[in-house]
């Protein structure tokens, strides 16, 4: 089983769609959680960290399950500059392993 | 804001040839990582780094790899003999550790990349 897994997509949304990306891990020691946003041959960026309670930001919310070991990131209202790899990231310990990314086009 | 600085941007060498790449990591984090993605594909674990020693790597880290922070600053990655097949991208990134308030693990930056071509 990969460590950390993915929906590759391609998610293909209208502006304005409500789109979710969903994440497991195999670690169940792992400590910390991530979604990084990645722009086409750019370095990743941190888009917003994952608390267990929950916790959102803008137009973005994600959410943690650790007895599932499952993340999620809900984007409303999407813009056409959401248009990204969305790479879900776990961390156990200090050393961080990344999913494979979920590509996501939002389209006018 | 700090950031993380590599260098070079791009860099071309001949098959079996040593390359260094370069890094800077943001000035008062304590973790430092190599990751690796060949085009179109995932971003891939190469190695972490804390206390002046390696601290976990991945299989793709095999002898052909090193890593040193020969000063207070600089963080490098060497890889010898390159083969076409290390032609990827190569990110250097940095976190402060876990954070004192929460206990979770602080996000990592990471530089631009040094895109690798080994011709």
């Known amino acids: 089983r990969k460590e950390v897994e993915q929906d590759p997509g391609p998610f293909n949304v209208p502006e304005g769609a409500t789109v979710a990306f969903n994440c497991t891990y195999s670690?169940?020691?792992?400590?910390?959680f991530f979604w990084y946003r990645q722009d086409c041959r750019k370095e990743p960026k941190l888009l917003m960290s994952?608390?267990?309670s929950g916790n959102e930001d803008g137009r973005f919310t994600a959410q943690l399950n650790r007895a599932s070991q499952y993340i999620s990131l809900l984007i409303r209202d999407s813009k056409l500059s959401d248009s990204a790899t969305y790479l879900c990231v776990v961390k156990v310990n200090n050393d961080m392993r990344f999913g494979a990314g979920t590509r996501l086009t939002v389209k006018p | 804001e700090p950031e993380v600085t590599q260098t070079p941007s791009h860099q071309v060498t001949q098959m079996g040839q040593e390359v260094i790449l370069r890094c800077v990591p943001i000035?008062?984090?304590?973790?430092f990582y190599w990751y690796r993605q060949i085009l179109g594909q995932k971003v891939e674990f190469l190695v972490s780094?804390?206390?002046?020693?390696?601290?976990?790597k991945s299989e793709i880290f095999d002898d052909q790899f090193s890593v040193e922070r020969p000063d207070g600053s600089n963080f490098t990655l060497k890889i010898r003999s390159t083969k076409l097949e290390d032609s990827a991208m190569y990110f250097c990134?940095?976190?402060?550790?876990?954070?004192?308030?929460?206990?979770?693990?602080?996000?990592?930056?990471f530089g631009q990349g040094t895109r690798l071509t080994v011709v």
């Open positions: 670690n169940s020691a792992s400590q910390s």
């Open positions: 000035s008062n984090h304590l973790y």
């Open positions: 994952v608390y267990s």
């Open positions: 990134a940095s976190s402060q550790g876990l954070a004192r308030q929460t206990g979770q693990g602080t996000e990592a930056f």
């Open positions: 780094f804390y206390n002046n020693e390696i601290s976990e």
